[in-house]
């Protein structure tokens, strides 16, 4: 069953602009994570916030989690050609001891 | 830099056939884990194991899917027999931990083995 549901599911964007994916899950987490896939590769961990967190940074990559609203944000800003992939965000809830998978957003950066 | 170890990368067989994955976590990591990743979609956990205990199998067909961790390390996954709907992505993951005091520590992927069934 899936916990997190992306929106968008697709986004094209011109090099240089910012992308903006969120996610938003059912049920009380422990914490969220951010992945990325390149097509046809496994997932890179990026990021994870925990349910006491509001925003956290990494480099060119901003997470924020709204608990009151079940819901998260990953903006990439300055996009690069090489951001191009998929990107999935994955909850751990209350009590449960696996992540689950949203169906992911796949960002295209358009030279 | 460590990396997980999946192989082969990729896998065509005939329905009915037996095929196996095999799966090398990080050396450390006690929690590794199997995923199916049908095309489009997120990963979705088959099988969780903490050392050589599974945790998790709740979502494994177990009619015709097995996995075993026997030493604690290195994994197999197997699929016998296998049917045209089992064509995915099939990936590995490891984490130090799966269960220590509720958090949940960055997984870490395998390339995934590509399943194609005809």
């Known amino acids: 069953s899936q916990q997190g549901e992306e929106d968008p599911q697709a986004l094209s964007i011109q090099e240089g602009e910012n992308a903006t994916m969120n996610c938003s899950y059912k049920?009380?987490?422990?914490?969220l994570q951010w992945y990325r896939q390149n097509s046809g590769r496994g997932l890179v961990h990026l990021i994870l916030?925990?349910?006491?967190?509001r925003e956290k940074h990494s480099g060119r990559l901003r997470v924020t989690l709204d608990t009151s609203k079940k819901s998260s944000s990953l903006l990439i800003t300055a996009s690069r050609a090489a951001d191009t992939a998929s990107y999935f965000c994955?909850?751990?809830?209350?009590?449960?001891?696996?992540?689950?998978f949203g169906q992911g957003t796949r960002l295209t950066i358009n030279p | 830099e460590a990396e997980v170890a999946q192989s082969p990368r990729y896998k065509i067989t005939e329905k009915s056939q037996a095929v196996a994955f095999w799966c090398d976590p990080i050396?450390?990591?006690?929690?590794l884990y199997w995923y199916r990743q049908i095309l489009g979609q997120g990963p979705e956990l088959l099988v969780q194991?903490?050392?050589?205990?599974?945790?998790?199998d709740s979502q494994l067909p177990k009619d015709r899917f097995s996995a075993e961790r026997l030493k604690g390390v290195d994994s197999t996954l197997k699929i016998q027999p296998a049917e045209l709907g089992d064509s995915a992505m099939y990936l590995c993951?490891?984490?130090?931990?799966?269960?220590?005091?509720?958090?949940?520590?960055?997984?870490?992927f395998g390339p995934g083995t590509r399943l194609t069934v005809t």
């Open positions: 994955a909850t751990r809830t209350v009590g449960a001891q696996k992540l689950v």
């Open positions: 049920t009380s987490i422990n914490n």
């Open positions: 916030i925990r349910s006491n967190e």
């Open positions: 050396s450390g990591h006690a929690t």
């Open positions: 194991f903490q050392d050589e205990s599974v945790v998790d």
């Open positions: 993951a490891s984490s130090q931990s799966g269960l220590a005091g509720g958090e949940s520590y960055e997984q870490y």
